[in-house]
Every structure is written in C-alpha cells, then in structure tokens.
C-alpha cells in the first residue's frame, strides 16, 4: 500500500493510503509491486462562513450552544423595550432599559422643566417688605451687634471704625454718610447680603448667618444712621478737613 499527499492542502496534514495491485502471474508488468497513482478530484471551494447579524443595543449576546428564542439564564436580567412613541406608535429611540431602570435625564430640557429655576431677582427694584418702624430697627440694631457681626467690621456705632478697618482695601462703608445711602436702594443693600461684594472684604450672609427676614430688619437699622454721627466719626472728619487745609495751603505755595 502507498501513502499519496493530497496537492490542495498544501502537500500537508491529509495523507490517503492508495491500494496496490496485486502480483500478476507472471511476475512482471503491472503486478510488479509498484505505487500506483490514484486520480483523486480535489473538493469544491470552501464557502466563507456567514457573518453574525450584529446584536442590537442593550441586548446581551446569547452564549454558544443556546436558541435565539431560549429564554436567559439564571441572574440574567430581562430587557424591557422602549415604550412606544405617542405619535407614531413606533419603539422610542434609544437603548433597551432593563426591567426597573428609568431612562437617565440626558437631555438640558428635561433637566430645565424640573429644576424650573426661578428667574433673576430685579434687586434694584425690590421693596423692603418689612416697615421701618421702632422695633424693626431694634431687632436690626441687636443683629448688626449680635449673630450679623456687621460691627466687626463696620464699627460699634457704624461709623465704620473698627478695629480691623485698614485690613480692607476699599475700607468698609460709613452708614452715616448721606451719599451712601442715597447711592443704594434697599433691594441693592440685600443683594449684598446674599451676594456679597465682589473685590471687597464683603461676604455673604444670609442664609449662613442671618434669614432675610432679619436682614431687613438689618438694614432698616442702617437706614436709621443716616446723617448720623460718633465721637469717632467726629474725630475722622476733622481730621479730612485738616488734610484738605494742607492740601490747599500747599498748591497755593506752589502757584506763587
């Protein structure tokens, strides 16, 4: 018997084993022993094999050996389809949600409808609520004393003479200063509050330290320092007025 390669596979790995004549009679010729060759046709091509129809989103793939329309195994979770669109009756757009999960809150609208963020606040134009009677400015005065630490910064008596004044650069407000008070509505002075003033040691104080409520009432006690005056705020002004005399004395020597 002779082992014969088979040429369309590369001359390797498939060998057949091709049957041998048996002796003639005679001792020669064809019978003599020799391999002979058999005529093998090769196989028809190979076909390629088909391409996997791709998964859709949200769908796990199946594990080897399982019908497509075998249910999951165990600790796999269901898919749930989208719901319908309203309109069309046709699947919403968008992944498959497991059985329990809600569709996240992607889209800015859905976000803006349900925070509903209010508009902003027309400071300028806001009234103070609160009258500006004796008690609201004793409830003022014992806050800007008291839990509103407005002193330390602004001063016993409001003058803004405070022990740590020249730490600020602009200096705190003088609540005794007419101009200042004709400058700022009451709505602006609880924008500062709230807000607190940018490139100045002013912070926010409501609602870490006081309620608007009390910031009203805060703010009708520093209505009531206008014009006012102190024994500080005194001193101050003359010594401005003293600074101005120099000033004056000194361009004069200069002209002449």
Request: with cysteine; charged share 20%.
């Amino acid at each position: 018997m002779a082992l014969l390669s088979c040429p369309w596979a590369g001359g390797e790995g498939l060998v057949f084993a091709a049957p041998q004549d048996p002796p003639a009679a005679d001792g020669g010729g064809a019978g003599s022993g020799a391999p002979q060759s058999i005529p093998v046709q090769p196989p028809p091509p190979l076909l390629e094999p088909a391409a996997e129809p791709a998964a859709e989103p949200g769908v796990a793939s199946g594990s080897e050996g399982t019908d497509a329309g075998a249910p999951a195994g165990d600790g796999a979770a269901a898919s749930v389809a989208p719901a319908a669109d309203e309109e069309g009756g046709k699947p919403a757009s968008g992944p498959r949600l497991k059985e329990g999960e809600e569709a996240p809150l992607d889209q800015p609208k859905q976000l803006a409808d349900i925070m509903e963020l209010p508009a902003p606040r027309d400071w300028r134009a806001m009234i103070n609520p609160v009258p500006a009677d004796g008690a609201s400015v004793a409830r003022g005065q014992g806050l800007y004393l008291g839990k509103g630490m407005c002193h330390l910064c602004h001063g016993q008596e409001g003058d803004s003479f405070s022990p740590i004044r020249n730490e600020f650069k602009p200096p705190p407000n003088d609540f005794f200063e007419e101009q200042w008070h004709a400058s700022r509505t009451d709505g602006q002075l609880m924008e500062a509050l709230q807000m607190g003033k940018p490139g100045t040691g002013m912070v926010p104080f409501i609602p870490d330290y006081l309620t608007e409520a009390e910031g009203w009432d805060v703010i009708n006690f520093l209505r009531s320092l206008k014009g006012g005056t102190s024994k500080a705020y005194e001193a101050y002004q003359e010594y401005l007025q003293k600074q101005e005399e120099e000033r004056q004395r000194l361009i004069q020597e200069a002209g002449g």
